[in-house]
C-alpha cells in the first residue's frame, strides 16, 4: 500500500479547523485534523511534509514522524509544524487501524479500558450553578472555568485587585452552594498571571478544593511553576502550550506538573501525545488531554486514554459535541452518562460528512508530489553521496514518487 495524495479541508464556518485526507492506492482513506492559522498549516503539509509521504508505505509512522520532526527541527520546531505533523501522524494511523481491521487503541497496546470519564469546559460569571446541576443530571461530574482570564488585562497579570479577585470567586461559590462536592471544580488561567498573583489566586482557591489549577502562569519556567506548586494543595496542570516530551519533560520530572494535559493536534499527533503518556506515568502523574477544537482530536485522545493507564479525564465542550460536531463527522463521540465511549470499528471511528466538500464555503487543496525524506540518505554527520544528490535533483525536476 502506498500514500497517493494528501488533501486539506476547511470552512469558513469553522474558520480554525483544518481537516486532512492521506489517501492510499488501496481506497483507504485517513483522516486527521488540527486547529488555528489553518492557512498555515495548509502550506506547511502541501509545500514541505506532504512530499515526504506520496509514494511510500502508509505503516511506516515512526519513520514518518521523524523525517517530518527533523524537516522542521532544524530551524526550531513548533507552531505551524507540529500542528501539520499533528494532523497527518493522525490519518496515518487511522489508516493503519482500517488496514488492519481494528480500532486505534487496540494498535496502542489493547484497551486498559473502554470508557473514560469527560469533564465540560465553559463556565460564565453568571449561571454557573444551574450549569452544575444541568451537568449533573446528564452523568458529568467535572467542569473547568477561566474566571480570572479577563481580569488579567487591568495590570497585564502583574497583580489581581482583592475585588477582583473576589468576583472571580463568585461562579465557584454558587456551585459548591448549589451541589455542594459532587461536581469537581477547575481553575484555567490562560497563563496570564505573575508567580506571586498565582500563588494569591491559588490559595483563594483552597477552601473549593479544585480538580486543580491549569496554566495560571506562562508556562517558561519550571522551577517557577513548582514554587506554586509549593504553595497551593491543588494539583498544578500544565496544558497545550508545552509541545512535544521535550518541553512537557522539565516540568514533570521536577515535580512541578501533578497532571499533564497536551493537546494532541498541537504537540505531534497520536505518536508523540502516546509518549508523552508513558513519560508522564514513569513519574506517577495522571494524564488529561486537551480539547476546545475539533471531534477527531476527542476521537484521537479518546484512543490514547482507552489505552494508558494513567488516563484521568477528557475534555470536552458540550456546544459543540450537541452542535456542530454531528455536521461534520459521521458518526459523533459517543458521550453518554459523563463518559467518552471507545468505538468498536476500524481506525478513528469516524469520518467526515461526504457533504462537507459540496458546502458552498469549504476551500480543498490537493497534492500528490514527491521528495526524498531527509532520513532517507542523511547521517547526522554524513553528507549527501553524488548518487543522493543526483536523485534530489530528479525528483525536483519531475516531483514523481520516490520508491522506498
Same mark, same amino acid.
Given at each position: 500500500?502506498?500514500?497517493?495524495?494528501?488533501?486539506?479541508?476547511?470552512?469558513?464556518?469553522?474558520?480554525?479547523?483544518?481537516? !486532512?485526507?492521506?489517501?492510499?492506492?488501496?481506497?483507504?482513506?485517513?483522516?486527521?485534523?488540527?486547529?488555528? *492559522?489553518?492557512?498555515?498549516?495548509?502550506?506547511?503539509?502541501?509545500?514541505?511534509?506532504?512530499?515526504?509521504?506520496?509514494?511510500?508505505?502508509?505503516?511506516?509512522?515512526?519513520?514518518?514522524?521523524?523525517?517530518?520532526?527533523?524537516?522542521?527541527?532544524?530551524?526550531?520546531?513548533?507552531?505551524?509544524?507540529?500542528?501539520?505533523?499533528?494532523?497527518?501522524?493522525? *490519518?496515518?494511523?487511522?489508516?493503519?487501524?482500517?488496514?488492519?481491521? !481494528?480500532?486505534?487503541?487496540?494498535?496502542?497496546?489493547?484497551?486498559?479500558?473502554?470508557?473514560?470519564?469527560?469533564?465540560?469546559?465553559?463556565?460564565?460569571?453568571?449561571?454557573?450553578?444551574?450549569?452544575?446541576?444541568?451537568?449533573?443530571?446528564?452523568?458529568?461530574?467535572?467542569?473547568?472555568?477561566?474566571?480570572?482570564?479577563?481580569?488579567?488585562?487591568?495590570?497585564?497579570?502583574?497583580?489581581?485587585?482583592?475585588?477582583?479577585?473576589?468576583? *472571580?470567586?463568585?461562579?465557584?461559590?454558587?456551585?459548591?452552594?448549589?451541589?455542594?462536592?459532587?461536581?469537581?471544580?477547575?481553575?484555567?488561567?490562560?497563563?496570564?498571571?505573575?508567580?506571586?498573583?498565582?500563588?494569591?489566586?491559588?490559595?483563594?482557591?483552597?477552601?473549593?478544593?479544585?480538580?486543580?489549577?491549569?496554566?495560571?502562569?506562562?508556562?517558561?519556567?519550571?522551577?517557577?511553576?513548582?514554587?506554586?506548586?509549593?504553595?497551593?494543595?491543588?494539583?498544578?496542570?500544565?496544558?497545550?502550550?508545552?509541545?512535544?516530551?521535550?518541553?512537557?519533560?522539565?516540568?514533570?520530572?521536577?515535580?512541578?506538573?501533578?497532571?499533564?494535559?497536551?493537546?494532541?493536534?498541537?504537540?505531534?499527533?497520536?505518536?508523540?501525545?502516546?509518549?508523552? *503518556?508513558?513519560?508522564?506515568?514513569?513519574?506517577? !502523574?495522571?494524564?488529561?488531554?486537551?480539547?476546545?477544537?475539533?471531534? !477527531?482530536?476527542?476521537?484521537?485522545?479518546?484512543?490514547?486514554?482507552?489505552?494508558?493507564?494513567?488516563?484521568?479525564?477528557?475534555?470536552?465542550?458540550?456546544?459543540?459535541?450537541?452542535?456542530?460536531?454531528?455536521?461534520?463527522?459521521?458518526?459523533?463521540?459517543?458521550?453518554?452518562?459523563?463518559?467518552?465511549?471507545?468505538?468498536?470499528?476500524?481506525?478513528?471511528?469516524?469520518?467526515?460528512?461526504?457533504?462537507?466538500?459540496?458546502?458552498?464555503?469549504?476551500?480543498?487543496?490537493?497534492?500528490?508530489?514527491?521528495?526524498?525524506?531527509?532520513?532517507?540518505?542523511?547521517?547526522?554527520?554524513?553528507?549527501?553521496?553524488?548518487?543522493?544528490?543526483?536523485?534530489?535533483?530528479?525528483?525536483?525536476?519531475?516531483?514523481?514518487?520516490?520508491?522506498?
Amino acid at each position: 500500500m502506498r500514500i497517493t495524495q494528501i488533501e486539506t479541508i476547511r470552512t469558513a464556518a469553522q474558520p480554525q479547523i483544518i481537516w !486532512v485526507h492521506v489517501h492510499t492506492d488501496a481506497g483507504i482513506v485517513g483522516l486527521g485534523e488540527t486547529f488555528y *492559522a489553518p492557512t498555515v498549516v495548509e502550506a506547511a503539509i502541501h509545500d514541505f511534509f506532504g512530499p515526504l509521504l506520496v509514494g511510500r508505505d502508509p505503516a511506516a509512522i515512526e519513520r514518518h514522524w521523524e523525517a517530518q520532526f527533523r524537516l522542521s527541527d532544524h530551524a526550531g520546531y513548533g507552531g505551524a509544524e507540529m500542528r501539520a505533523i499533528s494532523a497527518l501522524d493522525m *490519518a496515518l494511523w487511522d489508516i493503519k487501524g482500517q488496514a488492519l481491521g !481494528v480500532p486505534i487503541y487496540e494498535l496502542l497496546g489493547g484497551a486498559v479500558r473502554k470508557r473514560i470519564r469527560v469533564y465540560a469546559t465553559g463556565f460564565a460569571y453568571e449561571g454557573a450553578a444551574d450549569l452544575a446541576r444541568e451537568l449533573l443530571d446528564e452523568g458529568i461530574t467535572a467542569m473547568k472555568g477561566g474566571p480570572t482570564i479577563a481580569l488579567a488585562g487591568a495590570t497585564d497579570g502583574q497583580s489581581i485587585h482583592p475585588m477582583d479577585l473576589d468576583r *472571580a470567586l463568585k461562579p465557584i461559590r454558587e456551585i459548591r452552594d448549589a451541589v455542594g462536592m459532587e461536581m469537581q471544580i477547575a481553575n484555567d488561567g490562560h497563563g496570564k498571571w505573575s508567580l506571586p498573583a498565582a500563588i494569591q489566586i491559588a490559595r483563594a482557591m483552597e477552601p473549593y478544593q479544585m480538580m486543580w489549577q491549569e496554566d495560571l502562569m506562562p508556562l517558561l519556567n519550571p522551577d517557577a511553576l513548582l514554587r506554586l506548586q509549593e504553595a497551593t494543595s491543588a494539583p498544578v496542570c500544565i496544558s497545550e502550550r508545552l509541545l512535544t516530551r521535550w518541553q512537557l519533560r522539565h516540568f514533570i520530572e521536577n515535580g512541578s506538573a501533578r497532571i499533564i494535559m497536551p493537546d494532541l493536534i498541537w504537540t505531534g499527533g497520536i505518536s508523540e501525545t502516546s509518549k508523552i *503518556a508513558v513519560l508522564a506515568s514513569a513519574h506517577q !502523574v495522571p494524564f488529561a488531554p486537551h480539547d476546545a477544537s475539533g471531534p !477527531v482530536n476527542i476521537f484521537a485522545c479518546g484512543h490514547i486514554c482507552f489505552s494508558a493507564a494513567n488516563a484521568m479525564i477528557q475534555e470536552h465542550v458540550p456546544s459543540y459535541f450537541k452542535g456542530w460536531y454531528g455536521e461534520f463527522v459521521d458518526p459523533n463521540l459517543d458521550i453518554r452518562d459523563g463518559y467518552l465511549h471507545a468505538p468498536q470499528v476500524p481506525g478513528m471511528g469516524t469520518r467526515l460528512r461526504p457533504e462537507v466538500r459540496e458546502r458552498s464555503d469549504v476551500a480543498i487543496r490537493v497534492s500528490d508530489r514527491a521528495e526524498l525524506s531527509p532520513i532517507d540518505h542523511w547521517g547526522p554527520y554524513a553528507a549527501r553521496s553524488a548518487a543522493t544528490e543526483a536523485e534530489v535533483q530528479r525528483l525536483l525536476q519531475d516531483r514523481g514518487p520516490h520508491p522506498d
